[in-house]
Each structure stands twice: as structure tokens, then as C-alpha cells.
């Protein structure tokens, strides 16, 4: 059993590795942001350390082994109900992937901190923040000029059409929506849909809209340049 430095050592080094995944996402304002990242690490530290040294009075018994991976691995399915959720959140567009990824290695982190690997659990942060931080500018430069990136504005008569029959809609096509906003106009009864899409080409982009026009409670479709 470490001593007691060493433990809080480890809950410590656990919080900090966690602070720096976490506020990277706080910076883009996700919902999982700093307080969780840093509960998740320390979480995660704790209970690899109580798998690795809390059953020490049991192992007194010479019928008893302890096998010291059996609680820790429960943290790697048990934390899929934080990234579920912060997938879900986002509703008809799926949002929040990064995140929960970015939750499920902070988790990983802190089993590594726990057990007492920190040039592991160092090694691992530096290159989460890395992918986090520095891929997103290098994929914007290397798939823009592939890809045609508009707002798309959705006027629509809730009483005849549904949000989730646009969202469908859209859907059907090949262009990619990155994410959406329903806007209310002031005086009318009409909503305001607004979509950030990703086409390979203007066609697609035309097709989808005038697939839209068709639709019956669609007032109106245009895309806007990005």
C-alpha cells in the first residue's frame, strides 16, 4: 500500500491531467468541460487505486486472489453513460463524439495515475491535447477545398412540418450537417431553421434544396456562403 504522499501524489497529478483535456473543452464551451474532465481523472485514480491495494485484509485469507483488474475495468464500460450523454444532448445531429472520446482517455488517464504509471499518463495527455488542439486548423486547411461548407436557412409552418422531417430530409442526401439552430420570427408563425452543411459539390447543395422547397410546409429554402 503507497504511503499517504504518494497517494495524494497520485489523486493530485490525476486532477491536474485532467485540468488541461478539460479546459480545452471548456474553451469551445462543451458541456463536458473542466469540472468534469477533472472528476472523471481523479474518479477514475481513486478506483485504481482502491482495485490495486483496498482488498488488502482479504488477501490475509489463503483462499482468496485478488485480481486487481476486475474493478478498474469497469471504469472503460462504465464510463460510456458520460459520453452517451453528451452525444445525445445534441438531439437530430450527432454532436459531441470529441467529447466523449476525450472523456472515455481522460478516464484511461487516470487508471494510469492511479496504478502509478505518470510517464505513461504524461505522455498520453500530451498527445490528447495535441489531437484536440492541433488537428482541427491541419483538417480545416486539408478537406475545405474539398468540400463546400454553407449556412442553410429552413423557413418552415410548424403546424404542417415537423423539425425532424427537415433534419430527415437532409438526411437523405450526401451533404453532412454539422450543426444546428431553430430560430423563431418574430410576428409570424413560422420557425426559422439553420444548418451548417458540407457538400462535395454546389449540385448537392442544389439538391438538397430544392428537395426541400417540395416539401409540404417548407416556406422557403436558401443557402448563405459560411
Given amino acids: 500500500m503507497p504511503d499517504t504522499g504518494e497517494i ?5 497529478a490525476a486532477a491536474f491531467l485532467g485540468s488541461a483535456i478539460g479546459l480545452e473543452r471548456e474553451r469551445l464551451l462543451w458541456a463536458a468541460g473542466l469540472r468534469t474532465h477533472m472528476l472523471v481523472c481523479v474518479g477514475s485514480a481513486l478506483i485504481m487505486l482502491v482495485s490495486a491495494f483496498g ?3 482479504a488477501l490475509k485469507n489463503p483462499d482468496v486472489v485478488l485480481d486487481p483488474s476486475r474493478v478498474a475495468a469497469q471504469v472503460v464500460s462504465g464510463i ?6 453528451t452525444i ?12 466523449a472520446a476525450s472523456l472515455w482517455t481522460v478516464a484511461a488517464i487516470g487508471l494510469a495515475v492511479g ?3 505518470y510517464l505513461p499518463a504524461v505522455i498520453a495527455t500530451v498527445l490528447i491535447l495535441g489531437i484536440l488542439m492541433g488537428l482541427k486548423p491541419l483538417e480545416n486547411r486539408l478537406f475545405s477545398q474539398s ?5 442553410l436557412v429552413v423557413e418552415i409552418d410548424p403546424a404542417r412540418i415537423s423539425r425532424a422531417a427537415v433534419v430527415a430530409s437532409i438526411a437523405r442526401e450526401t451533404v453532412h450537417v454539422k450543426e444546428t439552430q431553430t430560430l423563431a420570427i418574430a410576428g409570424e408563425a413560422h420557425q426559422a431553421l439553420q444548418f451548417l ?8 447543395l442544389g439538391r438538397v434544396v430544392e428537395a426541400l ?3 409540404d410546409g417548407v416556406v422557403n429554402a436558401s443557402l448563405n456562403l459560411f
Avoid: N, Y
Fill in 8 to 12: 495524494a501524489l497520485r489523486l493530485l
Fill in 55 to 57: 482488498f488488502g485484509d
Fill in 80 to 85: 460510456g453513460f458520460l459520453g452517451a450523454g
Fill in 88 to 99: 445525445l444532448l445534441r438531439h437530430d445531429v450527432i454532436r459531441g463524439l470529441t467529447t
Fill in 115 to 117: 496504478g502509478g504509471l
Fill in 147 to 151: 468540400r463546400q461548407r454553407r449556412t
Fill in 197 to 204: 452543411i458540407m457538400a462535395r459539390s454546389d449540385a448537392e
Fill in 213 to 215: 422547397r417540395g416539401l
